[in-house]
């Protein structure tokens, strides 16, 4: 289900201090994936999102931080598998009928890194314009500012825009990364899928 809240382009802008000194711009209007996490609604951006799998079960790989569920073969390519409640510090989502994997590329320095998210549900692409935007808050939202993009107007409330290239660190990324070849060397996932 797909609903445009406004036909507007204006770029929305935050100061954001970089290094104590500098400031950096960033625009958040555009189309977001809403998907439902634990009760709640998150936001992400549709441009980072490959597609939408239903879940499957991930292979675990040892050793992993305890967010990191395991890798899954998508046609050939391995691809690790993360659980968004817990990366947010939440218990572990419940997997029921409606649970998916929702493939993102993100970038990672100067290549793509591929990484599936668990969530409870996806439930629409919503269209926010830069009037719809709010700078992130300080504190407050339950989650690490870092992971926020920006607060989102909906209907008089407002939904988390996440910053999914930040969920991860780069040296988290680069880890998976590496988990990933590694997995897809040994033959450890089934190619099922």
Known sequence: MTKNLSASKEVVMEMVAVGGASTEQRSWPGQYLIVQLQGEAFGLDISSVREIIAYIVPTQ???????????????????????MARRFGRPTTQIHKRSCIIILDLQDGHSRQRLGVVVDAVNEVLEFTAEQIEAAPQFGAGLRTEFIRGMGKVA??????????RVLSLEEMSALSAVAAEADAIGAVDSGS
């Open 156 to 165: 008089g409330s407002f939904m988390i825009l996440l910053e999914m290239g």
């Open 61 to 83: 790989i040892p050793m992993m931080p305890d967010f990191v569920v395991g890798v899954i073969n998508l046609r050939g390519q391995v691809v690790p598998v993360i659980d």
